[in-house]
């Protein structure tokens, strides 16, 4: 049967988006995804993402397909895709939703509550096109990552790791899905494709991690280059963006409000002092529209 599609991107880091609003399921398979999302041959992303009912309290329910056809359990940037994509089934911009629809949703609605398997997500869609998220509160300890680079109710901290026959000093964080994040003087010098790999599959973390390498240029501005788990070197990475700054204030190099300059543009991220919760604001566009067919 054919599948609609929209394609959207979030400063580069892109994906396929589907409204999947009809099945709790997401309509193609991990597999049918990895050939969808290749560069060459399919309509190039890195990622499927879907939006699927709500559950409980949420308005919808987020799923995403990595390009190697792993599941994280959240994506920054393609949360803020799916908020743009949701906001234009509504609006009818791409094509009139498939029926039921979604609990809560409306034209005039700007924010919206996503399930996702980093929690729920909070996505708020203002009036100049950027779209700022709830991406809440960061998780330190060991277990929750998770790391063996402390004890399991203990933080990672500014820890050494051998990677690449070089150690590095990193911090853990995790924004439902887990990272890793060094800070080097000279992010553009930095091997991604070499270290990338290496960080991901190192046996310090259980289940893989993000890797973010990380230039201060002021106290409130820094540089990033990520290595994506499951996607590898993208142009943006959200929760990659959210956790660097966290990582940056636990070791005093970051404000709580830091810009972070990516290969594809700048996120605005704010760790709120009071709440603990982190916000993270960045603009999402849709590039084009298709039909997936047999």
Known sequence: MPIEFAKYHGLGNDFILIDNRHSSEPVITPEQAVDLCDRHFGIGADGVIFALPGQKDTDYT?????SDGSEPEMCGNGIRCLAKFIADLESKEIHPPQPPLAKGGSESNTEYRIHTGAGVIITELRSDGQVKVDMGVPRLLAAEIPTTLAAADAKAIDVPIEVADKS???TCVSMGNPHCITFVEDVSAVALET???QFEHHPAFPQRTNTEFIQVVRSDYVKMRVWERGAGVTLACGTGACAAVVAGVLVGKCDQATAVELPGGVLEIE??????????TGPAQRVFTGCISD
């Open 62 to 66: 987020m799923r995403i397909f990595n």
């Open 271 to 280: 760790w709120a002092e009071v709440s603990g919760q982190i916000y993270m």
């Open 168 to 170: 590095w000093s990193v």
């Open 195 to 197: 270290v990338g790999p």
